[in-house]
């Protein structure tokens, strides 16, 4: 199991993920998003976290846009949290795949770990 779990809650699928996947990574394939609780193994599947009902600690970014030029912004408690796929970088830019909500805050510019409600837009 991640050790980056906030809340022992029952939601687990598998799926196969892209390589280079590990346990706590955030991961998005298709219209699934959630956290990998297992690290891809050699058949390409790992176990993974979905929403509606968990919560995890993952790294964000207080920034809209992570890519040039980036717009840095503070997170809020509700703000929607997206996870860009390629980088795994997790914050409030949309371009990436919608992955759940803050429930905590980060100052704008900042990188903080706080627990993100995962869930469906």
């Known amino acids: ?10 939601n687990f ?3 196969p993920v ?3 996947f590990v346990s706590g990574d955030p991961v ?3 219209f699934i998003t959630g956290v990998c609780q297992t690290s891809r193994d050699t058949a390409g599947l790992a176990t993974v976290r979905i929403a ?27 703000d929607k949290i997206y996870v860009d796929v390629t980088t795994k970088t997790v ?14 805050t980060v100052v704008s510019g900042s ?11």
């Open 1 to 10: 199991m991640a050790l980056n779990d906030a809340y022992q809650l029952t």
């Open 13 to 15: 699928v598998s799926i």
């Open 18 to 20: 892209p390589s280079g």
């Open 28 to 30: 998005s394939v298709g």
């Open 52 to 78: 509606p009902s968990a919560a995890v600690s993952l790294p964000v970014i207080g920034q809209t846009t992570i890519t040039s030029p980036v717009t840095n912004s503070a997170v809020a408690v509700g």
């Open 91 to 104: 914050s409030k830019d949309a371009t990436g795949k919608f992955l759940g909500y803050a429930l905590e």
């Open 111 to 121: 990188t903080t770990t706080i627990k993100v409600l995962l869930g469906s837009a």
